[in-house]
């Protein structure tokens, strides 16, 4: 009887002993492919695309003062600054690729550049093609005006009217804080600020919608023509770098590097010296 009992005890015990082996076997199997995926994905980043060819691509639209031409046609401005210190920690060239602002998102997804690097305020319709970096700066939106078309205007409450024309560059945030605070007003889209501004200077539009300090600068520029008619911004957005979908190395270095270079002052400091001074306008005009 005893032997009886132990035969099928000794099967059962085999049968559970091959099950847990086929059970590591799979799992073991598993961690060496996940392993394999992962460093599929490293070698697929951006990041190390860019350390092994020795330059970061940097895809950007000129907006004064974030990126801009000099006399002698180089790049200067904020966002410059700010790529070619991110190149210069990651031990690599920065190469400029301007690009027009309205096609900047489908140059960046279709490889012409590794990262925007533009100004690009985070927004939801834009986070559904591109992934966001923490923001490393915020731009708020104003206004400048025509004195002869819009003198007596000193609210967005006054500029909100259908007789009203307004000079936007195209697929920029001041469309959207256009039609948030002044829905009824008509709007004109262009490709660049200069042709914004030329449109409010030749009176055809009363006004230009854009990111700070561009409006302030302008009045300054032209104080017998333009004004600032609203005191504080008309709304305020961050800034953060923009880069393909699908590669968390690259968006982690990133976040990392904003940090450090945020903590130590960096930012602020060149921020401070294209926002708040006019240092800079003597290489420029």
């Given at each position: 009887m005893r032997n009886a009992h132990r035969t099928p005890n000794r099967t059962m015990l085999c049968l559970c002993l091959a099950a847990c082996?086929?059970?590591?076997?799979?799992?073991?199997?598993?961690?060496?492919?996940?392993?394999?995926?992962?460093?599929?994905?490293?070698?697929?980043?951006?990041?190390?695309?860019?350390?092994?060819?020795?330059?970061?691509?940097?895809g950007f639209s000129t907006f004064v003062p974030w990126a801009m031409q000099d006399k002698k046609g180089e790049f200067v401005g904020f966002e410059i600054d700010v790529a070619r210190r991110l190149a210069q920690d990651m031990g690599v060239k920065a190469q400029f690729e301007p690009t027009q602002w309205s096609g900047i998102i489908p140059a960046l997804l279709s490889g012409k550049f590794d990262i925007i690097i533009g100004?690009?305020?985070?927004?939801?319709?834009r986070a559904l093609k591109v992934n966001f970096s923490i923001p490393y700066e915020y731009s708020g939106m104003s206004l400048v005006a025509s004195k002869k078309l819009a003198g007596r205007l000193k609210s967005l409450a006054d500029?909100?009217?259908?007789?009203i024309i307004l000079a936007i560059r195209q697929g920029t945030t001041?469309?959207?804080?256009?039609?948030?605070?002044?829905?009824?007003a008509q709007v004109k889209y262009f490709d660049n600020e200069a042709q914004t501004i030329q449109e409010v200077l030749n009176c055809r539009a009363h006004a230009v919608?854009?990111?700070?300090?561009?409006?302030?600068?302008?009045?300054?520029?032209?104080?017998?023509?333009?004004?600032?008619?609203?005191?504080?911004?008309?709304?305020?957005?961050?800034?953060?770098?923009?880069?393909?979908?699908?590669?968390?190395?690259?968006?982690?270095?990133?976040?990392?590097?904003?940090?450090?270079?945020?903590?130590?002052g960096w930012l602020d400091e060149r921020h401070d010296y294209w926002f708040r001074t006019d240092a800079w306008k003597g290489i420029v005009e």
């Open positions: 082996s086929l059970v590591l076997l799979l799992a073991a199997a598993a961690n060496v492919a996940t392993a394999a995926t992962r460093a599929d994905l490293a070698r697929e980043s951006t990041l190390e695309q860019v350390l092994q060819r020795g330059v970061l691509r940097v100004g690009m305020s985070i927004q939801p319709q500029f909100n009217r259908p007789d001041a469309v959207d804080a256009a039609r948030k605070y002044m829905p009824k919608v854009a990111s700070e300090p561009f409006p302030a600068f302008q009045a300054l520029k032209n104080p017998d023509q333009l004004f600032l008619p609203v005191a504080k911004a008309v709304a305020r957005g961050p800034i953060a770098f923009a880069v393909r979908k699908g590669d968390p190395d690259f968006l982690n270095f990133l976040d990392g590097w904003i940090r450090v270079v945020s903590d130590e």
